[in-house]
T-cell receptor, first 111, second 113 residues
Framework: KNQVEQSPQSLIILEGKNCTLQCNYTVSPFSNLRWYKQDTGRGPVSLTIMTFSENTKSNGRYTATLDADTKQSSLHITASQLSDSASYICVVNTGGFKTIFGAGTRLFVKA | EPEVTQTPSHQVTQMGQEVILRCVPISNHLYFYWYRQILGQKVEFLVSFYNNEISEKSEIFDDQFSVERPDGSNFTLKIRSTKLEDSAMYFC???????????FGAGTRLSVL
């Protein structure tokens, strides 16, 4: 069964600290993996996208990694800001038109 | 920056009524999607649409649902007879290959009473 599992479910960090969010997937066939940021009540916004051959992709303070062999990805946030408080969703595209969403990690950044 | 727009932002309806949720995808995009997110749950894929036909749909997308691109710019999701459990945020998304990012609208909150 195609699944995307994310951990932790929620995370609280202090402003300025770094954090890493995890994503494990069992999706086949695999086309690409994306990380989205979703503010409460808003639509998801793309952060990074990686295909099978890419190991790392950065977007400002966000760095995503992908290990296609172990089917794991991570999203590292550097020097967190209060505005980083949101849900971070890992999404895997199967290569067709279907996308599998993870449940997200809810990040709280405190001053 | 181009964006996907959805209307209305909030739709309240009575159980059993028909609703149409509207989306205007980014103008040069060719692939369109509807998702829903029940409060507190993950985003779920409903349907994808390409070349004026459904390309894939989930098990959620039953006979009560339909999609249409009536005029080349709008992309609509119709729910024929709403149920209480249809209450959710409905997100429209579009994309244009080779950039595989899907751009999401802000969503329509559907409340079925």
């Amino acid at each position: 069964k195609n699944q995307v599992e994310q951990s932790p479910q929620s995370l609280i960090i202090l402003e300025g600290k770094n954090c890493t969010l995890q994503c494990n997937y069992t999706v086949s066939p695999f086309s690409n993996l994306r990380w989205y940021k979703q503010d409460t009540g808003r639509g998801p916004v793309s952060l990074t996208i990686m295909t099978f051959s890419e190991n790392t992709k950065s977007n400002g303070r966000y760095t995503a990694t992908l290990d296609a062999d172990t089917k794991q990805s991570s999203l590292h946030i550097t020097a967190s800001q209060l505005s980083d408080s949101a849900s971070y969703i890992c999404v895997v595209n199967t290569g067709g038109f279907k996308t599998i969403f993870g449940a997200g990690t809810r990040l709280f950044v405190k001053a | 920056e181009p964006e996907v727009t959805q209307t209305p932002s909030h739709q309240v309806t009575q159980m059993g009524q028909e609703v149409i949720l509207r989306c205007v995808p980014i103008s040069n995009h060719l692939y369109f999607y509807w998702y829903r997110q029940i409060l507190g749950q993950k985003v779920e894929f409903l349907v994808s649409f390409y070349n004026n036909e459904i390309s894939e749909k989930s098990e959620i997308f039953d006979d009560q649902f339909s999609v249409e691109r009536p005029d080349g710019s709008n992309f609509t999701l119709k729910i024929r007879s709403t149920k209480l459990e249809d209450s959710a945020m409905y997100f429209c998304a579009s994309r244009d290959p080779p950039d595989s990012f899907q751009y999401f609208g802000a969503g329509t909150r559907l409340s079925v009473l």
